[in-house]
């Protein structure tokens, strides 16, 4: 091989490097360009999320307000059932009282 094919075959050898390199350029950026359409529905579906997330979150404070009247609600419900089982209690007692006396002024 002559000095003259050495550069010639150098010389090809980085044409195709460059026109490979090049290629891949091209080809990285096909596929990385997003479209202005592309871009309006990622907006669209942004808009979306932040509403579907804003939704939630008054859901999640609609539920916890909610749970919390229905535990003041069976708290107090737990309290007047306490305070109706003593008065019952009371209740049965006084009958039972008056159902003795009743009885010792029969026999009497």
């Known amino acids: ?3 003259t094919e050495f550069i010639v075959t ?3 050898i980085l044409f195709v490097a460059f026109l490979l390199g090049w290629f891949a350029h091209w080809l990285v950026h096909r596929f990385k360009r997003v479209s202005q359409a592309d871009m309006d529905q990622l ?7 932040h509403e579907a997330e804003e939704t939630r979150d008054q859901a999640i404070t609609y539920l916890q307000q909610r749970e919390a009247e229905l535990t003041n ?3 107090q419900t737990e309290a007047e059932l306490g305070a109706a089982m003593d008065g019952l209690r009371e209740a049965r007692s006084d ?3 008056m159902r003795v006396y009743v009885e010792r002024m029969n026999q009497a």
């Open 95 to 97: 009958a039972e009282e």
């Open 73 to 75: 609600q069976l708290a």
């Open 10 to 12: 150098t010389a090809i």
């Open 43 to 49: 907006e669209k579906m942004s808009q979306e999320l």
């Open 1 to 3: 091989m002559n000095r």
